[in-house]
Structures are given as structure tokens and as C-alpha cells.
């Protein structure tokens, strides 16, 4: 195993029962706050050396909390921040953003929208600037969203895009077919990568074990390739089903048998490239 693990995916929050209203009964034992000091004592004892911190609440405010946090903590080496990209100053707020070291990218919630929402040309308008300022995207989208992903990344050849948490694939009920097809399409644009993140919380939470994840990370990996895949946590989301060392451990052993040079590329150095760490 390479020594430099970055995780691509992760989330700090103070928890506010208005605000974090997604985290439901099932989830209760994330109802609460996440902040730096916990994740540096996680990743000492998995041997992490860097994280990518991604929005999780839809304000500009999000942004700046977790900017504030990169800057205290160094193991926090970029943000994925919101912004509005369907506001009429979005530019005025990208060269704002642009300003900001720690920001590297921005990220919708767009699974709690409709699949023609990302296609709005509000919207569209907003991701069409982001390369002018050298900004990343993170598509965070359940399947039935990912024939109109197809459709939205076809529209911007040159823009980095990242699918978060392999499109959250339904495990649980084992159905693959549909999303296989799907994920196999959007791969084919290489501008498009992919986190090996998340899994978990779409298997069943109680009762997973690791070869739910191997079909699933087969196809992930078949479509884009060892260049463009990278591990993700998603803690503290992940925790609603699993620990850190056992979401990781998915993860390590499904690769344990790479070279050496693949496992550096799919635990850090695509991570590096893709957000320009």
C-alpha cells in the first residue's frame, strides 16, 4: 500500500436539526457535530494523510466555514465549496472564489433535484464558467439522474467533473443493470472521474458484507479506469454503517492486489491531480 492516502470526500459540520434535516431517524447516530479534531484522530489510526472537504448544506456560508477550517488545519488540503450557479453575478462570485486558495471546486446538491434541473440553461450557464477560473465539479446524483448526467457532461468536453459516491448504485436491493449501462456512458468522456466513495450507506446498513461493494466497483473501475477513480470516505455519513477502518478496508482489500503504482493513483495521486492538490 503507497503511504500518501487522500481522502477525496469527506464533511464537517456543526449539526443543526433545521439545516441537516436529510440525516433521518435511520442516520440518528450522525445527529450531531463533526469537526476536525475528531477526523485528525480517525485518520491517524487509518493512516490518512489529507482530505478533500465537500460541502454539505446549499449556502455561501457552508463555503466559508470550510474554508476557515482549511486554514487552520493543513491535513485539510482543498474545499468544495456552494455557490449559486444559477445566479446573474456568478461570475463576480467565481472570481471572488478564485482568490481563495483553498477552493477548488463547487458542488450542487443535485440529487434532491429533478434530472432536468442540471440542464436548465440557469444552470448550465454557471457550470460553462467554472473553467474560466480552473474550478472542479462534484456530480452528487442518485441513478435514475444518470441518463441526464450523460447529457449534461457531453455539453462541456473540457470541464473536470467527479461522480460522487458512484452515483449511489441501489446495493441493498442488489439491482445493477440499469445503472451499470448508464455509468458505462458517462465514462466514456474523460474529463469525467469517479469517488469510490459513499457504498456503504446504500447497502443495508446492518448487515452488509464486502462482496455487496465487488460488482459495483468492477464496473466503476471497467469504465473509467485506474487514472480516474479515487477513494472517498464520506465520513461522517458513512458511519450511519460503517466505520472509518471498515470503509476503507473495503476499499485497500478490493485493490490489495494492484501494483504499487495503481494504489498510489486510485488513494491519492488522482485525488492530487483531479483538485490540483
Known amino acids: 500500500m503507497n503511504d500518501i492516502i487522500i481522502d477525496s470526500h469527506q464533511h464537517f459540520w456543526h449539526y443543526d436539526a433545521t439545516k441537516h434535516s436529510w440525516i433521518d431517524d435511520e442516520m440518528a447516530v450522525i445527529r450531531k457535530d463533526f469537526l476536525p479534531e475528531q477526523l485528525l484522530e480517525v485518520y491517524e489510526q487509518n493512516g490518512v494523510t489529507g482530505c478533500v472537504a465537500v460541502q454539505a448544506d446549499q449556502t455561501e456560508e457552508e463555503t466559508s466555514f470550510l474554508v476557515d477550517l482549511a486554514s487552520k488545519y493543513d491535513f485539510i488540503q482543498a474545499v468544495v465549496g456552494w455557490v449559486d450557479l444559477r445566479a446573474d453575478n456568478i461570475r463576480e462570485r467565481l472570481e471572488h472564489y478564485a482568490q481563495v486558495p483553498e477552493v ?27 473553467k474560466d477560473f480552473g474550478f472542479t465539479y462534484d456530480i452528487l446524483v442518485f441513478p435514475h439522474h444518470l441518463p441526464s448526467v450523460l447529457e449534461f457532461v457531453q455539453q462541456f468536453p473540457e470541464q473536470p467533473f467527479v461522480i460522487d459516491h458512484i452515483a449511489k448504485p441501489y446495493i441493498k436491493a442488489g439491482k445493477i443493470d440499469e445503472w451499470k449501462k448508464d455509468i458505462m456512458q458517462v465514462a466514456e468522456y474523460d474529463n469525467v472521474y469517479c469517488k469510490i466513495s459513499g457504498m456503504v450507506t446504500e447497502a443495508d446498513y446492518k448487515n452488509w458484507k464486502k462482496d455487496d461493494f465487488t460488482p459495483y466497483i468492477d464496473t466503476v473501475v471497467e469504465a473509467f479506469g485506474e487514472k480516474r477513480i479515487m477513494f472517498g470516505s464520506d465520513w461522517p455519513v458513512c458511519l450511519v454503517a460503517a466505520s472509518y477502518s471498515d470503509m476503507l478496508a473495503i476499499v485497500k482489500d478490493y485493490f490489495s492486489g494492484y501494483s504499487k503504482d495503481e494504489q498510489a493513483d486510485i488513494f491519492g495521486r488522482n485525488a492530487a491531480t483531479f483538485y490540483d492538490l
Open 104 to 130: 477548488k471546486g463547487f458542488r450542487h446538491v443535485l440529487q434532491g433535484e429533478e434530472p432536468a434541473f442540471m440542464l436548465h440553461p440557469n444552470f448550465t450557464r454557471g457550470i460553462a464558467a467554472l
